[in-house]
DNA sequence: CGTTACATGTAATATGTTACATGATTCC
DNA sequence: GGAATCATGTAACATATTACATGTAACG
């Protein structure tokens, strides 16, 4: 029950919305933790029935009223206590590689367009989070940041997801490679 | 539904068990894709109902029979077909990353015990697809054996997979050097 | 004689995804 | 006038995890 967590420690900095989570969730953005917003309104839902997050209705001209939540005392002993055991260690569930795993048995040119299309992305993405980390920063330089700044735990994660794109980036670019100087060499013989 | 093509990948290069393949897809083992037994005997029985694998009894002495699968024609069909369609890009969905984004209001020293299994893990990991790797290349030198070599595919994912866990040793590395000076530099003042 | 490996599952529960639903407002 | 953003969900379906079940044989 992982999500639960994840809300929690998202909601720790600052009160959000619902939909500013969804936001914050969503494919593009999230640094540490990826879910739909149905899952998050359902999880929403849930810590707040179970007293772990207290939410606050927001009237709003122009534009739909919303609830902003922020995490209770009860809240914080829910992730105490989540820290304190063990994390699972994740693993890699990416379509792509179970493509190349079969690589030897498919078109090389198909697997080619695959690759280009992650490397955009993945590339796309660690722009982001470098973005993202410079605005955290602010002025100062990183180390002096890690030191004393404030809240250094999102600027850890962020950074964690930027080299996450970075070394698929590159391995999608290493991938390519291969199977480009294999088309070539089998050309010659 | 990708499971079904990781097996597929899986039973490209030679016959396997349904025991072999869930050792395969076991936890310390799989270098591009993980499922637990109970699914991979499940998703096995979907495949050769559907005609993608073929079994075949093998009676053994001194252990229980078992079956052997291959693909089918129509299974490489699938897989080509799957080759075809965009990948879905993966996200980090990883316990810790959790944990250390609520870093700033949990307690370091807690941290860093999760950081340091997750160290140590990460770190055997990354041994043993480097071992893997070593096996998988035999004599030749990488460059050698990527452009002439047999059977790259699961060499670049298992590549993969090793990366990724020497990311995350790093990550968990440089994460508990920056807890550390940040306790040592709030003791200071 | 207890543990690990071999070998294969069923059943219940939890989690995640897809499709559908509603309605206002702002931007182009 | 149509698309995108704000705002929040329900319902159905797919996938993954956990618990339970069974039996042989090799290893120490």
């Avoid at 792509?96 to 590339?123: G, N, P």
Wanted: aromatic share 8%; with cysteine.
């Amino acid at each position: 029950m992982a999500l639960r967590h994840a809300v929690l420690a998202a909601l720790l900095d600052e009160e959000l919305s619902g939909y500013q989570l969804t936001k914050a969730f969503a494919a593009g953005v999230a640094n540490f933790w990826h879910a739909k917003p149905q899952q998050v309104y359902a999880e929403l839902a849930r810590l707040e029935r179970d007293g772990l997050v207290a939410g606050r209705e927001v009237v709003q001209e122009g534009r739909p009223d919303k609830r902003l939540f922020r995490v209770t005392g009860k809240g914080l002993g829910e992730l105490e206590g989540f820290a304190s055991t063990a994390a699972k260690p994740a693993f890699l569930r990416e379509d792509l590689l179970v493509q190349v795993q079969a690589a030897d048995r498919l078109d090389a040119a198909v697997l080619i367009e695959r690759l280009t299309e992650r490397y955009a992305f993945a590339e796309a993405k660690a722009a982001l989070f470098e973005e993202r980390l410079r605005r955290m920063r602010g002025g100062l330089d990183e180390a002096e940041f890690l030191l004393r700044g404030a809240r250094v735990g999102p600027y850890l994660t962020c950074r964690r997801g930027r080299d996450f794109e970075r070394a698929n980036r590159d391995w999608c670019r290493d991938v390519m490679e291969v199977l480009r100087a294999r088309q070539a060499a089998a050309e010659e013989a």
